[in-house]
């Protein structure tokens, strides 16, 4: 039997938008190997960042069901290193730490920031698992703040009627 979802952090407008991203690199991708005679190692170079673009483009997603969570990546490359499956009748506790992403005006400050202190300051949170059996585990995420604090909530609700 197939568990009901009870949340996700997906969106349509995140999904269309990379959609189009996605489709943009494609064409863009179609004019420079038109042109790959005109500058080939310009172009070659620039091919290479499109495809590095488009294979790493991408958002990742935390799926709540009544009796799992998945955390999974809709990026083409993530996708091999970043699906996991928890099992909620396994999971003492979760719980987040981090802080929201920067709005417009920070943004030059804080990538300034992450510049020189060699990328110490994570602008989003991350997620601390404790399984029952003493294992401890941390998810270093790219979802925004709010939606973390929803899933960890409803994982939290599933964790405690499960107990």
Do not use: W
């Not at 172009?43 to 935390?62: H, N, R, T, Y």
């Not at 009796?67 to 083409?76: E, K, P, V």
């Amino acid at each position: 039997m197939k568990s009901k979802l009870l949340f996700t952090t997906a969106s349509l407008y995140y999904f269309l938008r990379l959609a189009i991203f996605r489709i943009v690199l494609i064409g863009v991708s179609m004019y420079l190997l038109f042109h790959f005679k005109e500058n080939s190692i310009l172009i070659g170079v620039l091919l290479l960042i499109a495809l590095s673009f488009f294979l790493f483009a991408g958002q990742d997603v935390i799926e709540v069901y009544e009796d799992r969570f998945l955390y999974r990546s809709t990026s083409l490359l993530k996708r091999l290193t970043r699906n996991r499956e928890f099992i909620i009748s396994e999971l003492a506790v979760i719980s987040y730490d981090g802080s929201a992403k920067p709005k417009v005006e920070e943004g030059v400050a804080f990538v300034l920031l992450q510049f020189f202190v060699n990328n110490k300051i994570n602008r989003f949170p991350i997620i601390y698992i404790e399984f029952k059996d003493g294992r401890l585990e941390k998810i270093d995420t790219d979802i925004y703040r709010e939606d973390i604090a929803k899933a960890v909530s409803v994982i939290s609700k599933q964790i405690s009627r499960h107990r």
